[in-house]
Nanobody, 115 residues
Framework: QVQLVESGGGLVQPGGSLRLSCAAS????????MGWYRQASGKQRELVAH???????KYADSVKGRFTISGDNAKNTVSLQMNSLLPEDTAVYYC?????????WGKGILVTVSS
């Protein structure tokens, strides 16, 4: 089992920045990739950013150039630096960890971009 705990969400004005963090515990040795997903009200969950154990990253087109994902394998954490936030970035953000046997999800953290 892998447990994930997200932190860092909240309310920010358009154009502002937030940094989300996710701490993994448990069978972290089995994780080969981690990612951030989000789900806005009335919409399906979508990939925001993804990072593998060799630091290969992937981003949704809508966040390229604004968001940066980074991981610390020693600390079992993954972070998402979000800059130039837009109202359409408002969503519940979920941390995910991927193993060969199972995917794990955090409970989610709300990010609201509003003036």
């Amino acid at each position: 089992q892998v447990q994930l705990v997200e932190s860092g969400g909240g309310l920010v004005q358009p154009g502002g920045s937030l940094r989300l963090s996710c701490a993994a515990s448990g069978r972290t040795f089995s994780i080969y990739a981690m990612g951030w997903y989000r789900q806005a009200s009335g919409k399906q969950r979508e990939l925001v950013a993804h990072i593998t154990s060799d630091d290969t990253t992937k981003y949704a087109d809508s966040v390229k150039g604004r968001f940066t994902i980074s991981g610390d394998n020693a600390k079992n954490t993954v972070s998402l630096q979000m800059n130039s936030l837009l109202p359409e970035d408002t969503a519940v953000y979920y941390c995910a960890a991927f193993t060969l046997g199972m995917d794990y999800w955090g409970k989610g953290i709300l990010v609201t971009v509003s003036s």
